[in-house]
């Protein structure tokens, strides 16, 4: 078994036949919908639906078979493969390939290394440790020129003020 990772918790149980309501710690969690095994309390369970529900994920799990059950799983911590994060070439990536990756914005030069990620619920936000604190910079297209996945770099070009925000 590979790492795991968490990425959301049990909101709530979902009707009579077992299933549960899944939050996501991102707001982009639209490849939840290829998980086929998900860890809850280290036990593995291997997922037999899952659909889009409001601002989650529907999931029903193989050996729930009603409410009591799944009522049980609610604030249960859901992981998953940390190997399900590995994106293949042209398409989008995953925050966590990006971890621990130097930042280096073109005005100011190397803001530090990212560890770890937040969401203002309009964008993904990284988080840098940069002059002995921690700042978030939002992750957008707009402020990107660069991702040397090689040199683990993200060459940015911010808007002037933005690193003042966070002070």
Partial sequence: ?????????????????????????????????????????????NVVKIALHKDGLKVLLEGLSNRNQSEALIGKEVFIDNDFFDS?????????EIENFLVVDESVGNLGRIIGFSSNTIQDLLIIKYNEREIEVPFVNEFVKEIDYHKEIIYMNLPEGLLEIND
């Fill in 88 to 96: 293949e070439d042209g398409e989008s990536i995953f925050l966590s």
């Fill in 1 to 45: 078994m590979s790492e795991l990772r968490l990425v959301g918790k049990v909101k709530s149980a979902q009707g009579l036949k077992g299933e549960i309501f899944i939050i996501f710690f991102s707001k982009d969690y639209s490849w939840a919908q290829d998980i086929e095994k998900i860890y809850l309390e280290n036990k593995a369970y």
